[in-house]
Nanobody, 121 residues
Framework: QVQLVESGGGLVQAGGSLRLSCAASGSISSTVTMGWYRQAPGKRRELVAGLTSGGRPTYSDSVKGRFTISRDNAKNTVYLQMNSLKPEDTAVYYC???????????????WGQGTQVTVSS
């Protein structure tokens, strides 16, 4: 099996910064894409940022210029540096990873348990 463990959420004032981390562990042959989604109360889960193993990032328009995604392929870890945080960034942030497990050919998507980010005004 594969587990994703997130850390780094918390409470911060508007304009502040937080850094989220997500480490994948288990029977992993390779990780294809890793990234972050978020879900605010009463809203659908939305993509925040994603990063392929080749280093190509994708950002939602709402976080471009403020958030930076990076990953350490050797550690199967993805990071999300969040700067200039706004109250509307408040949500539960979920790590996701498309993982090819040992002995398998195709990737499967895994999710972390979620970490709360709260930005006060």
């Amino acid at each position: 099996q594969v587990q994703l463990v997130e850390s780094g959420g918390g409470l911060v004032q508007a304009g502040g910064s937080l850094r989220l981390s997500c480490a994948a562990s288990g029977s992993i042959s390779s990780t294809v894409t890793m990234g972050w989604y978020r879900q605010a109360p009463g809203k659908r889960r939305e993509l925040v940022a994603g990063l392929t193993s080749g280093g190509r990032p994708t950002y939602s328009d709402s976080v471009k210029g403020r958030f930076t995604i990076s990953r350490d392929n050797a550690k199967n870890t993805v990071y999300l540096q969040m700067n200039s945080l706004k109250p509307e960034d408040t949500a539960v942030y979920y790590c996701h990873a498309d993982v090819i497990r040992g002995g398998y050919q195709y990737p499967y998507t895994y999710w972390g348990q979620g970490t709360q980010v709260t930005v006060s005004s």
